[in-house]
């Protein structure tokens, strides 16, 4: 195991002690000169800007991380596989990527043949995506909008300061935020019978972490709300939670699943659904970068 990151190896140990949202972590940390030394393990620490110059392959290292939220261009992470990796996961929306894969929706998809540079989407697309698969194969879907009432992140400011996104630019613990998102649109790429039929957009909260997603979908035939609400309990599993307690955002905090649908808040009118799901967008999606990880390496040639 080892990381690219360009700061100080103190700093990063600091900051893996101690997370604001998450608390401390329960593990003995301490700083080389190499890296990092958790538990017991060594890990090493580089600090280069150029993927292509990481020495990944002097390291042993298979599997890339790709979580800088620079490189989100295939073409640009590439340079990681250049430098021995064998494969790229990159932990947002791509461009240019081999595939893109949400976790309990289209993992079986994946080729290790074809697929060198992976997308693991957005933690918002992988809150939607599990629950637009279950509607789509139990009623059809016409269309979808989406909103997903998301925590502030560190593409925002914390306080006012020029951003190429105006709203962006105020301060986040401030305001609720409009803004955009291409998680809805993105649902196509795991799922291409709705291809055209999504749209949504974000409100981002002053919230440091969890997040809602809102969506609204036309289906093929008249439904109930116990009728909706069975279909997603029935297939909860890994990914899809379900609960029907009324929580808020803080209860989901450290909550794996990809998405946690709220059942007390499903409507049904006719043929018009809303189904509403809560998501850890931070902690639930790195689980997911892990089982994306461990599916691909458990689909390895012999």
Not at 75 to 98: F, T
Not at 103 to 127: I, Q, W
């Amino acid at each position: 195991v080892a990381i690219n990151d360009l700061t100080d190896n103190a700093t990063s140990a600091h900051l893996l002690r101690y997370d604001s949202v998450m608390g401390r972590l329960q593990a003995e940390v301490k700083v080389t000169e190499k890296g990092l030394v958790v538990n017991g393990k060594q890990i090493l620490i580089t600090a280069i800007k150029d993927p292509g110059q990481i020495p990944w392959r002097d390291m042993g290292v298979e599997y890339v991380i790709e979580s800088t939220g620079i490189f989100t261009d295939a073409k640009k992470a590439r340079g990681h596989l250049d430098a021995g990796a064998k494969k790229v996961v990159i932990s947002a929306p791509a461009k240019n990527e081999d595939i893109t894969i949400v976790m309990g929706v289209n993992e079986f998809d994946y080729n290790p043949y074809e697929h060198h540079l992976v997308s693991n989407a957005s933690c918002t697309t992988n809150c939607l995506a599990p629950i637009a698969k279950v509607v789509l194969d139990k009623f059809g879907i016409r269309r979808g909008l989406m909103t997903t009432v998301h925590s502030y992140t560190n593409d925002q400011r914390i306080l006012d300061f020029p951003h190429s996104d105006l709203r962006r630019a105020r301060a986040a613990a401030l305001s609720m935020i409009p803004t955009k998102t291409g998680a809805a649109s993105a649902v196509a790429l795991v799922i291409p019978e709705l291809k055209g039929k999504f749209d949504g957009l974000a409100v981002r909260v002053p919230t440091p972490n969890v997040s809602l997603v809102d969506l609204v979908m036309e289906v093929e035939q008249e439904t109930t709300v116990q009728e909706v609400n069975k279909a997603l309990q029935e297939a909860a599993n890994r990914y899809l939670g379900y609960t029907d307690e009324p929580l808020v955002s803080i209860d989901f905090l450290g909550d794996a699943h990809s998405s946690i649908v709220d059942g007390g808040s499903t409507k049904v009118i006719g043929n018009m659904v809303k189904v509403m799901s809560w998501y850890d967008n931070e902690w639930g999606y790195s689980n997911r970068v892990l089982d994306l990880i461990l599916h691909m390496d458990s689909q390895k040639p012999v």
